[in-house]
Nanobody, 118 residues
Framework: QVQLVESGGGLVQPGGSLRLSCAAS????????MGWYRQAPGKQRERVAS???????NYAGSVKGRFTISRDNAKNTVYLQMNSLKPEDTAIYYC????????????WGQGTQVTVSS
């Protein structure tokens, strides 16, 4: 099973930027589609960005134009560059594999907290 470790979260003012990282274990990383998800208090977890093994990306409407997902297969790492952050981006952010059916894998990491506040 893939082990996932997210990092890079923190407290940032509205309009600021953060770069999240997710290190994944296993030799099959480069073959996996990967996604970034977030869960705000009292809300369901939602996918905000995804990237295929070939590098094609997709974004939720709420973050399109502000967030960029990328991957480095040599480092088994997926990134999420977040710009123009808004208070409503406050959440715990997770990464996960995306299986062939489009669902997230069963294992989740601990996530990384992003708080956008003045």
């Amino acid at each position: 099973q893939v082990q996932l470790v997210e990092s890079g979260g923190g407290l940032v003012q509205p309009g600021g930027s953060l770069r999240l990282s997710c290190a994944a274990s296993g030799s099959s990383f480069k073959f996996n589609a990967m996604g970034w998800y977030r869960q705000a208090p009292g809300k369901q977890r939602e996918r905000v960005a995804s990237i295929t093994s070939g590098g094609s990306t997709n974004y939720a409407g709420s973050v399109k134009g502000r967030f960029t997902i990328s991957r480095d297969n040599a480092k088994n790492t997926v990134y999420l560059q977040m710009n123009s952050l808004k208070p409503e981006d406050t959440a715990i952010y997770y990464c996960n594999v995306i299986n062939w059916q489009g669902y997230a894998g069963a294992n989740w990491g601990q996530g990384t907290q992003v708080t956008v506040s003045s």
